[in-house]
């Protein structure tokens, strides 16, 4: 009885454990490029030319792409290796990267310690200040962009600690070990630049402080994702207008917004005018920023890991194999539909391009769906590689950033 009873709930548990679909390897992908990174691969991205690794402890590498006349990576070649990006401050590692393809410009996070700025277009001059500066003594934890055609919004999650210089800008005005949403927007961003933030506006611009939580940020569509540990996820909307808002986040009668962004922050906030006279005593937010307060949040059954926006649904990796979860958002952050994937797997990031959805899985390698939109994705195989951290879908590329390097597949 005891051994039927077992059964039973092993078979029961089985199930709950997908995706469990039998489909070979060999039969969604082949394999058609692997390269050592000499050091672990943690994250990738890329344009129809290049392609950029965080490669941790080996910095970023950077790689020139051979394509066929379907658009598939057929060869690559190493170009460019920063392995010393700054070997006299902190870890001096490379984490994270994103791509401005407008303007092609890699922003490549060191966590705590940098993000540096590195042009991959030919003929390029590098910037002689690489790297980004501080902002409200923050250090930073993850990085998103607004890719525009005349600028860059550089959107970063920063964590505020009793490490850092306390002059009425840091610690003083929010939580120890808190985390804030701050930006930048910069212009200087032709190949000939060579100083990234000279013309920068604004340079520094707070929208929101969260808890000790979020760790990792995504933005796309007007939308700005947060994780937040065990407390699922926050989302913040995009403005596109500038805002002077008082402690209710209603819109302060008087203001008018001149484009100029120092001027009209002075009269959005200033308590007195030049004459003493009351002044408006707002919060000020230009355009191309975010709404100061919560525009969506929700509740998962597990650690967020990794998050992913498109339009309106919100991927959420979830961390000891707790799955992934995809939320629907309506016009008011209201979720409206919420469908769990991959029950049974510990998710470290999430891809979705050209109607495939990819999800990296640690140990597990990569799992691949078919993907339309909406919340209905049909799972296609399991793909067995290193220890995963990151997954890149690229048309019917499938590039994965592994313990071992990068291996990179073509979708059959």
């Known amino acids: 009885m005891r051994f039927f009873l077992y059964l039973i709930i092993m078979c029961l548990f ?32 890329l344009t129809d030319n290049a392609m950029i690794v965080a490669a941790n402890y080996q910095g970023f590498i950077v790689y020139d ?34 791509i401005s393809d407008n303007h092609e410009i890699a922003f490549i996070t060191d966590i705590y310690d940098r993000i540096w700025l590195y042009k991959f277009a030919e003929n390029s001059s590098q910037y002689v200040d690489n790297y980004l500066s501080d902002c409200y ?13 005349d600028h860059i919004n550089i959107f970063s999650l920063v964590k505020h600690s009793s490490s850092e210089d306390d002059n009425g800008e840091t610690i003083g005005d929010f939580d ?20 990234p933030e000279l013309n920068s506006s604004p340079s520094c611009e707070f929208t929101y402080n969260f808890g000790i939580l979020p760790d990792k940020i995504h933005f796309n569509n007007g939308l700005l994702a947060v994780s937040n540990g065990e407390l699922g ?78 339009d309106s649904i919100i991927f959420a990796g979830l961390s000891t194999s ?21 029950n049974g797997y510990t998710i470290n990031n999430i891809s979705e391009d050209n109607g495939y959805l990819a999800l990296s899985a640690g140990h597990d390698g990569v799992l691949l769906y078919k993907y339309f939109g909406g919340t209905n994705p049909q799972f296609i195989g399991q793909i067995n590689t290193p220890y995963s951290n ?17 291996y990179i597949y073509i979708i059959k």
Not at 322 to 342: E, F, P, Q, R
């Open 390 to 406: 990151n997954v890149k879908v690229d048309g019917n590329n499938l590039i994965v950033s592994t313990e071992d390097g990068i």
């Open 14 to 45: 089985s199930a709950c454990i997908e995706p469990n679909d039998p489909i070979s390897e060999n039969d969604i992908v082949d394999l058609v490029v692997y390269q050592d990174t000499y050091g672990e691969a943690l994250d990738v991205d």
């Open 176 to 195: 120890q070990y808190s985390t804030s949403i701050v930006w930048k927007r910069i212009y200087d961003i032709s190949p000939s630049d060579l100083f």
């Open 65 to 98: 792409l051979v394509r066929n006349s379907q658009n598939n990576i057929t060869g690559i070649d190493s170009i460019y290796n920063d392995f010393d990006m700054a070997s006299d401050m902190g870890d001096n590692r490379a984490q994270q990267v994103t």
């Open 322 to 342: 707790n799955g992934c979860y995809m939320s629907l958002l309506d016009n008011n952050g209201l979720v409206l539909d919420k469908l769990s994937i991959a």
């Open 137 to 149: 003594g923050g250090t930073w934890l993850s990085t998103a962009i607004d890719d525009q055609l």
């Open 233 to 310: 996820v926050n989302v913040l909307k995009q403005t596109n207008e500038a805002l002077c808002l008082n402690d209710s986040n209603m819109p302060i009668d008087g203001f008018i917004a001149t484009g100029d962004i120092v001027n009209d922050k002075i009269i959005c906030e200033q308590e007195y005018d030049q004459y003493y006279n009351p002044g408006l005593n707002g919060n000020y937010e230009p355009s191309g920023g975010f709404y100061p307060y919560i525009f969506s949040s929700f509740d998962l059954p597990g650690e967020v890991s990794s998050i992913l926006v498109r």
